[in-house]
């Protein structure tokens, strides 16, 4: 499975921004995917991530009730709908995809075999 996450850009603080991750390979929909993302420093965060009917999702609790995860299997796509967006959601958004994950490992990055090489939001203040 190959990934490229696309969509990031400027945006002022309390905007909306969509990112897409999308995905080869016709197996996709076997695949749970995860959205973390990285500042300078830090180590890489988990912001979201849905499992591969869409039926469950997870969020981190810093963007729980503003950030919408969703998949179209058809078009092997992810989203990352972004919205009520602040400063501190600045940071390279990085998309992955891992097989046969429970619930309790949506968050954990080592669990992801694939990575998308990421796209950069940026929300000025």
């Known amino acids: 499975v190959q990934l490229q996450a696309c969509g990031g850009g400027l945006v002022q603080a309390g905007g909306s921004l969509r990112v897409s991750c999308a995905a080869s390979g016709r197996t996709f929909r076997s695949y749970s995917v995860g959205w973390f993302r990285q500042v300078p420093g830090r180590e890489r965060e988990f912001v979201a991530a849905?499992?591969?009917?869409?039926?469950?999702?997870r969020y981190a609790d810093s963007v729980k009730g503003r950030f919408t995860i969703s998949r179209d299997n058809a078009k092997n796509t992810v989203y990352l709908q972004m919205a009520s967006l602040k400063p501190e959601d600045t940071a390279v958004y990085y998309c992955a995809a891992g097989v046969r994950l429970i619930y309790s490992e949506l968050d954990a990055a080592s669990q992801y075999d694939y990575w998308g090489q990421g796209t950069q939001v940026t929300v000025s203040s």
């Open positions: 849905i499992r591969e009917n869409g039926g469950s999702t």
